[in-house]
């Protein structure tokens, strides 16, 4: 079964908690239906190109119908003429949404916190305050859990903790409404306070 490490006031292993039996039998699909799902909601869809109805001129024929010995031509706005419009070109106005339902995205956030678990990097912790606000402070928290970098849930962010944690490149400090699947695998590790963690276990 996996567990949660319980750590103490000063970021020390002082126990461990079971997760919920329902963790371990959530297929991985629905993770990578939500990653896939987010990742398509944050393309920035730039990429834009006119065809021929959208560029200007092409009001006259460019030559007469016959007589020259050449191809017959309508409009210089053809994609055979240079400046003209793009075939198949790619348009902003596509829609690269993916619908994942609630339910689903509930249990590949259950999933991702599984996996932490599994790997020994899912930690809760009764509070993450970092009251002088000095961001050798929060990296020193990182230092003692030993991890590549931590998503921190905090239930309700303070001044004093956001300044310690926001130049840290290594480590992201949010509150639990912003907690998704996504960003609950893209980290190394989360440090979870043990409010924030009740609600969610409560939840499922």
């Known amino acids: 079964m996996s567990k949660a490490i319980v750590l103490n006031e000063k970021f020390e292993k002082s126990d461990e908690l079971a997760l919920p039996e329902s963790f371990a039998q959530i297929s991985p699909h629905n993770l990578y239906l939500y990653v896939k799902s987010y990742a398509a909601e944050m393309r920035a869809n730039s990429a834009h190109t006119k065809n021929r109805s959208a560029v200007s ?3 006259k024929k460019p030559w007469p119908q016959k007589g020259r010995g050449g191809a017959r031509a309508g409009s210089i706005r053809s994609p055979l003429f240079v400046g003209g419009g793009v075939a198949f070109g790619p348009t902003n106005r596509k829609n690269y949404t993916q619908k ?4 689903q995205k509930r ?3 259950e999933y991702a916190l599984f996996e932490k678990a599994q790997n020994g990097n899912l930690f809760v912790v009764d509070s993450v305050n970092v009251e002088s606000g000095k961001t050798k402070d929060a990296a020193a928290i990182l230092k003692k859990l030993n991890v590549r970098d931590a998503l921190v849930v905090k239930d309700l962010v303070d001044e004093k ?3 310690a944690f ?3 490149p290594n480590a992201y400090l949010i509150e639990p409404n912003e907690l998704n699947a996504y960003l609950a695998a893209a980290y190394n590790a989360i440090v979870i306070e043990k409010a924030v963690w009740e609600n969610l276990v409560k939840e499922g």
Request: hydrophobic letters at 40%; a positive charge.
């Open 57 to 59: 001129g092409g009001g």
């Open 100 to 103: 994942v339902n609630k339910k």
């Open 107 to 109: 249990l590949a956030l």
């Open 161 to 163: 903790t956001y300044m």
């Open 166 to 168: 926001r130049n840290l």
